[in-house]
C-alpha cells in the first residue's frame, strides 16, 4: 500500500518558534509537494522539490523554506513562525515526468501558532 | 500562468441524485492534464479522475464521469447515484505535460442529503 506520512496530524507551536514538518513517502517518486489549505482558498502551492536537493518556489513561499536531502523525505520549515501561518499543511508526492499520474497525499498537519 | 477556478464553494445533492461539479482552468498550452481529487472529512486527498487533454473521450470511473471541452477550457465532474459517502470537498487540479507542478482550484463542498 502506498504510503505519504507526516509526522504530525496536530501541532501547536508558539510565535517565533522555528517549526519543522516532515513528510516521506514510500513509493521512490521523484515529485514531492508541500501545500497549504486554507478555508476559501483551496490548496496552495508553498514549495516543489523535483528530486534530491532540487526544489521550486510554488506561489506562496514567503517565510517558509524547505529541505530534501533524500529521495523519500521533503521537510517543511518555518523559520519563525508567526500566527498567519496557522493553517492545515499537506504533503504529496508524484512520478517525475509522467504527467498522468496521480499525486499521492499525506494525512495532513493542522499547524497552530499562538 | 495556469488557474484554476472552481465557482460553487458549496453544494448540495439528495441521495441518489445526479450532481455536476464545475471546474474552468485557463492555460495557453497543448499538452495537460486535468484531475478531480477528493477530501473526505478525514481529510486524506484521493484521486477520483483523471483527464489527459490530447483524448477526446470523456473520462469514466463508475459512477464518477467528467465533461471535458478543450476549447471552452471546461472540465466539470458528474456524480450520477449519489452516495452518503460522496460527502466531501471536491478540488479540481491541473498539471502542464511540461512541469510537473499541479495547481488545485479552490473547492466544493458536496453534501448529500438522506
Known amino acids: 500500500d502506498v504510503k505519504v506520512t507526516q509526522s504530525s496530524r496536530y501541532l501547536v507551536k508558539r510565535t517565533g518558534e522555528k517549526v519543522f514538518l516532515e513528510c516521506v513517502q514510500d513509493m521512490d517518486h521523484e515529485n514531492m509537494f508541500w501545500y497549504r489549505q486554507d478555508p476559501g482558498l483551496g490548496l496552495r502551492l508553498i514549495y516543489f522539490s523535483y528530486d534530491v536537493k532540487m526544489k521550486e518556489k510554488g506561489d506562496i513561499p514567503e517565510g517558509y523554506s524547505v529541505s530534501r536531502e533524500k529521495k523519500e523525505r521533503f521537510s517543511l520549515i518555518l523559520e519563525s513562525a508567526s500566527t498567519n501561518q496557522t493553517s492545515m499543511y499537506l504533503c504529496a508526492s508524484s512520478l517525475g515526468g509522467q504527467g498522468n499520474t496521480e499525486a499521492f497525499f499525506g494525512q495532513g498537519t493542522r499547524l497552530t501558532v499562538v | 500562468a495556469q488557474t484554476v477556478t472552481q465557482s460553487q464553494p458549496e453544494m448540495s445533492v439528495q441521495e441518489a441524485e445526479t450532481v455536476t461539479l464545475s471546474c474552468t482552468y485557463d492555460t495557453s498550452e497543448s499538452d495537460y492534464y486535468l484531475f478531480w481529487y477528493k477530501q473526505p472529512p478525514s481529510r486524506q486527498m484521493i484521486l477520483v479522475i483523471r483527464q489527459e487533454a490530447y483524448k477526446q473521450q470523456n473520462a469514466t470511473e463508475n459512477r464518477f464521469s467528467v465533461n471535458f471541452q478543450k476549447a471552452a477550457k471546461s472540465f466539470s465532474l458528474k456524480i450520477s447515484d449519489s452516495q452518503l459517502g460522496d460527502a466531501a470537498m471536491y478540488f479540481c487540479?491541473?498539471?502542464?505535460?511540461?512541469?510537473?507542478?499541479?495547481?488545485f482550484g479552490k473547492g466544493t463542498r458536496l453534501h448529500i442529503l438522506p
Open positions: 487540479a491541473y498539471r502542464s505535460g511540461g512541469d510537473d507542478k499541479i495547481i
